[in-house]
């Protein structure tokens, strides 16, 4: 089958290490060396293209130089430094911007570098001290803004937006792609049916970050799931592109190898196996603006492969036992 492509991963993050702390005090080099092993270890479970949606410094930018020329990583796609409000949501990674004026100077900052994407948090998050993911943290003009900005460098955007004004908001400024787009309200999880009729009509993609409800999670997040999976499965059947991603690296159950067990459990709660997998190779590949040459096993294509030890259309579990990947042509060891 094709390798597979995880749309929104964190490759500086350690799952198991404080980040705010890390990504303050750590130098570029412990950074850069963590975000190798995170690549590699990828690619080991047979995803072979990450989209990276937030590092620190551009290191980014230097890994996917890195494994333009040697195969032993996945081929990385970099957004860089996400804008978030001075004190917002990943404050930490270095992307604050506040006025319209900074915000526009930070998006042509990322289109200089050469970034494949910009990220913009328009909401809080969960992850960060002191964040609010229930609210906006920019208005309507300053999205519209940072969006126009971006378009006109062909930049796409992608805004990561739990709150419900920040969804729709992202919507009405045409972003390209929604992160998580939970529909969190001061009142808890709500689904609004016409913004998800909106987003479907636009073609906008949604990367559906896999969470499972496990012991020992907060409570304001354990509130969240349920209802977020109910509305994941509701916008597929909308029509609505939902791209299955991890979020690897935000915390101890998301080591960056766990896109193959994520896609299982998507299946159970979004659609049909054959729905799940297209979600993590040509729909993912499509979203990350390389459907033109990932996500297939066709002529033309990348020789990106995954090989594992059963038909995952029957049984999708047999995603987690690799036999072999390829990358670019050459087997992985």
Known sequence: MPGLVDAHTHLAFDPHGPTEHQMVHDDDATVLGRMREHAARALRAGVTTVRDMGDRGYLGLRLRAEYAEDTSGPQVLAAAPPITRSGGHCWYLGGEADDTDQLVTAVQARADHGTDLLKIMATGGMSTSGSNAAAAQYTLDELRAVTRTAHDRDLPVSAHAHATRGITDAVAVGVDSIEHCTFMTADGVKLDPATVDAIAAAGIFVGCTVVRPRDGMPEEVLR?????????????????????????????????????????????QVGTNAEALASVTSLAAQA???????????????????????NPLIDINVMTQARAVFRAGKRVR
Do not use: M
């Not at 979020?247 to 896609?263: E, N, Q, R």
């Not at 390389?290 to 492969?305: F, I, M, S, T």
């Open 288 to 310: 990350c603006r390389l459907g033109h040459r990932k996500g297939r096993v066709a002529v033309g294509y990348d020789a990106d492969l995954l090989a594992v030890t059963g």
């Open 224 to 268: 969240t799931i349920a209802p977020y999976w109910e509305n994941q499965a509701y916008l597929r059947r909308r029509g609505v592109r939902v791209v299955c991603c991890t979020d690897a690296g935000i915390s101890p159950h998301k080591p960056h190898d766990i896109l193959p067990s994520d896609v299982a459990y998507f299946a159970s």
